[in-house]
């Protein structure tokens, strides 16, 4: 394989400067870079109004602790293991030899290498250093200048109050760094991904032992990632449902918003990404198979056609090698698997992925059902 071809995790993050600091500068490992932002939220989040006398309600404290414990830690997962993710999905789809020739008839990369070498420049474009940066002075003003209702910063004196705000603000600049380059650099990864199924056909190995024709790391891929989705919907639906206990608009929260439109915009894209456009592609790697088989069975149907000429027995020859083919064909359609990952499992992720939104549908459905039915039950 030519050396071009491969990829390695720091062509991905070379135009992030943080992520260079922290890795090629600092050297520091992931497990202490995600320990050290929890326990930079958790003295943001409770430390600080801990030294003016101010303590969280409930929901307040349950909304802390999933901020400190859920999301920033997840979302520095996310974003310190995505560079390794491209390289060894696109390396595992190469060394599983399941790249064919490129389709004529579909505009795209000339080469795989081509393809590759796209990819690396994208995900290295400075325009996305400059949104990152964006995001976090968005939220600066935001919580500089919104009276944020429910939440500890806005409790205690205006010095308490700008001494929370400040902190959190220093605490969640670097997870909204990371959650903007994540999401770019998942949708980049989708890009491509469908890009090259779209540009390439694809070679399916029946009998590789991953059990999806070598395309297993797609399924691995598709499970962990909207797995990670499901959890930021679930997350936003917990936090929207403690602030409407509370008797807060969630919809006044920057951190809500975000979460939910992530999950949102994430899944769906995740699934046609990662599951349906895979699996077409699968489906036609065995079709183009099962067309030979076709094809010579209907020249069989042709050639032993019986007449009146045709004695018994040579019927039968005919029929015998018809049935053969016909065996044939069944038993290589049962053999191709034509999805990344096991179908009761797909089926499964589709359910659970769609939990979030069907509990923030019915959440939101039930008070005006109560108050449907308090109108429709009561007396004259």
Same mark, same amino acid.
């Given at each position: 394989?030519?050396?071009?071809?491969?990829?390695?995790?720091?062509?991905?993050?070379?135009?992030?400067?943080?992520?260079?600091?922290?890795?090629?500068?600092?050297?520091?490992?992931?497990? /202490?870079?995600?320990?050290?932002?929890?326990?930079?939220?958790?003295?943001?989040?409770?430390?600080?109004?801990?030294?003016?006398? &101010?303590?969280?309600?409930?929901?307040?404290?349950?909304?802390?602790?999933?901020?400190?414990?859920?999301?920033?830690?997840?979302?520095?997962?996310?974003?310190?293991?995505? *560079?390794?993710? !491209?390289?060894?999905?696109?390396?595992?789809? +190469?060394?599983?030899?399941?790249?064919?020739?490129?389709?004529?008839?579909?505009?795209?990369?000339?080469?795989?290498?081509?393809?590759?070498?796209?990819?690396?420049?994208?995900?290295?474009?400075?325009?996305?250093?400059?949104?990152?940066?964006?995001?976090?002075?968005?939220? /600066?003003?935001?919580?500089?200048?919104?009276?944020?209702?429910?939440?500890?910063?806005?409790?205690?004196?205006?010095?308490?109050?700008?001494?929370?705000?400040?902190?959190?603000? &220093?605490?969640?600049?670097?997870?909204?760094?990371?959650?903007?380059?994540?999401?770019?650099?998942? =949708?980049?990864?989708?890009? !491509?991904?469908?890009?090259?199924?779209?540009? !390439?056909?694809?070679?399916?190995?029946?009998?590789?032992?991953?059990?999806?024709?070598?395309?297993?790391? &797609?399924?691995?891929?598709?499970?962990?990632?909207?797995?990670?989705?499901?959890?930021?919907?679930?997350?936003?639906?917990?936090?929207?449902? =403690?602030?409407?206990?509370?008797?807060?608009?969630?919809?006044?929260?920057?951190?809500?918003?975000?979460?939910?439109?992530?999950?949102?915009?994430?899944?769906?894209?995740?699934?046609?990404? /990662?599951?349906?456009?895979?699996?077409?592609?699968?489906?036609?790697?065995?079709?183009?198979?099962?067309?030979?088989?076709?094809?010579?069975?209907?020249?069989?149907?042709?050639?032993?056609?019986?007449?009146?000429?045709?004695?018994?027995?040579?019927?039968?020859?005919?029929?015998?090698?018809?049935?053969?083919?016909?065996?044939?064909?069944? !038993?290589?359609?049962?053999?191709?698997?034509?999805?990344? &990952?096991?179908?009761?499992?797909? +089926?499964?992720?589709?359910?659970?992925?769609?939990?979030?939104?069907?509990?923030?549908?019915?959440?939101?459905?039930? *008070?005006?059902?109560?108050?449907?039915?308090?109108?429709?039950?009561?007396?004259?």
């Amino acid at each position: 394989m030519n050396d071009v071809d491969r990829l390695t995790d720091r062509q991905f993050y070379k135009g992030d400067p943080l992520l260079v600091l922290l890795r090629d500068r600092l050297r520091l490992e992931d497990g /202490w870079i995600i320990a050290g932002s929890a326990l930079l939220t958790a003295a943001a989040v409770f430390g600080v109004p801990a030294l003016f006398g &101010i303590h969280a309600n409930l929901p307040q404290l349950i909304v802390g602790l999933l901020e400190t414990f859920l999301i920033i830690p997840l979302g520095l997962l996310i974003y310190l293991s995505l *560079p390794n993710v !491209f390289d060894d999905v696109f390396n595992a789809l +190469r060394d599983n030899h399941l790249i064919g020739g490129r389709r004529e008839e579909v505009a795209g990369p000339e080469s795989y290498a081509a393809l590759l070498k796209a990819l690396v420049f994208q995900a290295n474009r400075r325009v996305w250093v400059v949104g990152a940066l964006g995001l976090p002075a968005v939220y /600066w003003i935001y919580r500089l200048g919104t009276h944020v209702s429910g939440d500890t910063t806005a409790v205690g004196s205006p010095e308490a109050q700008l001494a929370q705000r400040l902190a959190v603000l &220093i605490a969640y600049s670097p997870g909204l760094y990371s959650v903007f380059f994540s999401v770019v650099r998942l =949708l980049i990864a989708l890009v !491509f991904t469908v890009r090259l199924f779209r540009s !390439f056909t694809i070679q399916v190995n029946p009998l590789h032992p991953d059990g999806s024709g070598g395309l297993a790391v &797609i399924g691995r891929l598709l499970l962990v990632s909207v797995l990670i989705a499901t959890a930021i919907g679930a997350t936003a639906v917990v936090m929207s449902l =403690l602030q409407l206990s509370s008797g807060l608009n969630p919809l006044w929260r920057m951190e809500t918003l975000l979460l939910g439109a992530i999950y949102v915009l994430l899944t769906p894209l995740l699934l046609f990404g /990662w599951l349906w456009t895979p699996h077409r592609a699968m489906q036609e790697a065995r079709d183009r198979v099962l067309k030979s088989l076709a094809d010579e069975f209907w020249q069989s149907i042709q050639r032993t056609m019986p007449s009146a000429q045709d004695d018994a027995a040579g019927v039968k020859v005919g029929t015998e090698r018809l049935d053969e083919i016909k065996r044939r064909y069944d !038993f290589l359609r049962d053999s191709f698997p034509v999805w990344p &990952i096991q179908g009761f499992v797909s +089926r499964g992720l589709v359910a659970t992925s769609i939990l979030p939104f069907l509990s923030t549908v019915i959440s939101g459905l039930i *008070p005006s059902v109560q108050e449907a039915l308090q109108r429709l039950f009561k007396g004259p």
